[in-house]
């Protein structure tokens, strides 16, 4: 009890309020950290505004880490820099989504195929600011979109399940039809 008495209790009040006020920031400083973000390692080794189809996931051929290996997928890093980004991509059977995120992780829309029926998502990406950027050409590569989004930059995800190699052409080939284009005003 003789060294109670020679504690300094204010001392201690403030060395626990010091230790969690540094806590605290370095958790929000962490948080605020995208030096390796998906969107940043994808951003630098893909195309933009381009939809990429990967390799099938396996030990040691991973993209991202912590994807499925019981999927597949075709990513775009997207930017809306000075045109509009359309996005089309179809969803046949359950186990497909179609996800576009921005580049801190947050999700900026999301879908998911239905068991009942093939979804067809047509998406428009459009600028986050107010800038016009003309009216959509009326050509053979203008595309409807059934819903628009402003984001300035990010990344879509199509993922598709593996169901096995009897169906793995038929996936593939689905995949290969999604697309991300940049329509420049």
Not at 8 to 30: E, S
Not at 61 to 77: G, S, T
Not at 117 to 145: H, K, M
Request: aromatic fraction near 8%.
């Amino acid at each position: 009890m003789k060294i109670l008495r020679f504690i300094d209790w204010r001392l201690l009040v403030i060395f626990a309020l010091v230790a969690g006020i540094v806590h605290i920031t370095a958790t929000f400083m962490a948080l605020n950290d995208q030096r390796s973000s998906s969107y940043t390692r994808l951003a630098g080794s893909l195309p933009h505004n381009l939809m990429t189809l990967t390799d099938a996931v396996s030990p040691g051929h991973e993209i991202l880490p912590f994807l499925a290996p019981d999927a597949r997928y075709a990513f775009c890093p997207f930017e809306t820099t000075d045109a509009t980004v359309r996005v089309h991509a179809l969803l046949p059977d359950i186990g497909w989504t179609l996800g576009v995120y921005a580049p801190d992780g947050s999700n900026l829309y999301f879908a998911a195929a239905s068991s009942q029926r093939e979804s067809t998502i047509n998406l428009s990406i459009v600028p986050a600011d107010d800038r016009f950027l003309g009216l959509p050409s009326q050509g053979a590569q203008s595309v409807t979109a059934d819903q628009t989004i402003a984001a300035p930059k990010g990344l879509i995800v199509v993922r598709a399940p593996d169901r096995g190699e009897p169906y793995r052409a038929e996936t593939q080939a689905v995949l290969e039809k999604a697309s991300c284009v940049s329509n420049r005003a």
